[in-house]
């Protein structure tokens, strides 16, 4: 089992940054993918991007290519989203996850095995 808890949302102007982190414990970070996923109100939880277990790829939705930096210490057991640039769009609920079946940038949430409690991202115009 593998346990995450998400921090760094909150409120930001856009055009601001903010950086989330996500921690795990339970078992070694290393050996997982992670992603970061987002929903917003009456949207359902959308892709955002992903990282290898051991960080060598990341893969990016194109709304957030160029913005967005996915990145993890697994020395440390977390993973970041460095979030630059920010639109009033990206507004949500962001979560972050480990494990998927498969490909390591699958989109379908369903193909993740574990999840945060998510952090809410607001960003004002």
């Known amino acids: 089992q593998v346990q995450l808890v998400e921090s760094g949302g909150g409120l930001v102007q856009a055009g601001g940054s903010v950086r989330l982190s996500c921690a795990a414990s339970?078992?070694?970070?290393?050996?997982?993918?992670m992603a970061w996923f987002r929903q917003a109100p009456g949207k359902e939880r959308e892709f955002v991007a992903a990282?290898?277990?051991?960080?060598?790829?990341?893969s990016y939705a194109d709304s957030v290519k160029g913005r967005f930096t996915i990145s993890r210490d697994n020395a440390k057991n977390t993973v970041y989203l460095q979030m630059n640039s920010l639109k009033t769009e990206d507004t949500a609920v962001y979560y972050c996850?480990?494990?998927?079946?498969?490909?390591?940038?699958?989109?379908?949430?369903?193909?993740?095995?574990?999840w945060g409690q998510g952090t809410q991202v607001t960003v004002s115009s």
């Open positions: 339970g078992r070694a970070l290393y050996i997982y993918p």
């Open positions: 990282i290898t277990s051991s960080g060598a790829s990341t």
């Open positions: 996850a480990a494990g998927p079946k498969g490909y390591y940038a699958n989109t379908n949430p369903a193909y993740w095995d574990y």
